[in-house]
């Protein structure tokens, strides 16, 4: 089993809907995590960084992350074509440095 | 630049060959991260470097690879005698310090071995 699994879509959603990424871990000493938006030939671009249990809100993205049930999730309000591109989760231990990448999800968000 | 720079962007080589990749990254950043991200392994860590020394070279899927970084700041990873398996993009990302720190990527260099 991997240590990081996450929905392996693709997922096809009309523009203006909200997308839903979802990832599990099998790591209990995993703090910190991230979403990563990765473009078609681009390297990963760091959306959302946080820190234990909770939500954080930024634009119309929001990070939830539930450590008792080892599961997290980025949301995607009010869905634009620009936001078409493949998510990447991401976590770390604490004092660690090494990051744990799930398979990535591939999301288009139609016109 | 503002952010993490690699070059080449694309290298297509015959097997047997060496490469070197090389990254920038971002002005202060002490930490200097090597992945490598292929189709049916994802995105997988290679090594660390903190200032120009390497703790975790642990990634390293073999001997033909190495790396270095100079003056805290440039790195290069070089690949000896190149197999096709080790067709990938390879990435390099940077941090401001090492633990607990959001790592930022560059656009990575696509290789290709023939």
């Known amino acids: 089993q991997k240590e990081v699994e996450q929905d392996p879509g693709p997922l096809s959603v009309p523009e203006g809907a909200i997308v839903s990424l979802n990832c599990t871990y099998s790591?209990?000493?995993?703090?910190?995590f991230m979403w990563y938006r990765q473009y078609s030939r681009k390297g990963p671009e760091l959306l959302m960084y946080t820190y234990s249990s909770g939500n954080k809100e930024d634009g119309r993205f929001t990070a939830q992350v539930d450590k008792s049930s080892k599961y997290i999730s980025l949301f995607i309000r009010d869905s634009q074509p620009s936001d078409s591109a493949t998510y990447l989760c991401?976590?770390?231990?604490?004092?660690?440095?090494?990051?744990?990448f799930g398979a990535g999800t591939t999301v288009t968000v139609r016109a | 630049g503002a952010g993490v720079s690699q070059s080449p962007s694309n290298k297509v080589t015959e097997k047997g060959k060496d490469v070197e990749l090389r990254c920038d990254p971002i002005s202060g950043h002490t930490a200097l991260y090597w992945y490598r991200q292929s189709l049916g392994q994802g995105l997988e860590f290679l090594i660390y470097?903190?200032?120009?020394?390497?703790?975790?070279k642990s990634g390293l899927p073999s001997d033909r690879f190495s790396a270095e970084r100079t003056g805290g700041s440039v790195s290069t990873l070089t690949i000896q005698r190149t197999q096709q398996e080790d067709s990938a993009v390879y990435l390099c990302a940077s941090s401001y310090r090492d633990s607990n720190q959001p790592q930022h990527f560059g656009d990575g260099t696509r290789l290709s071995i023939l």
């Open positions: 470097f903190q200032g120009n020394s390497a703790p975790d």
């Open positions: 991401a976590m770390m231990s604490s004092n660690d440095y090494k990051l744990s």
């Open positions: 790591n209990s000493a995993f703090q910190y």
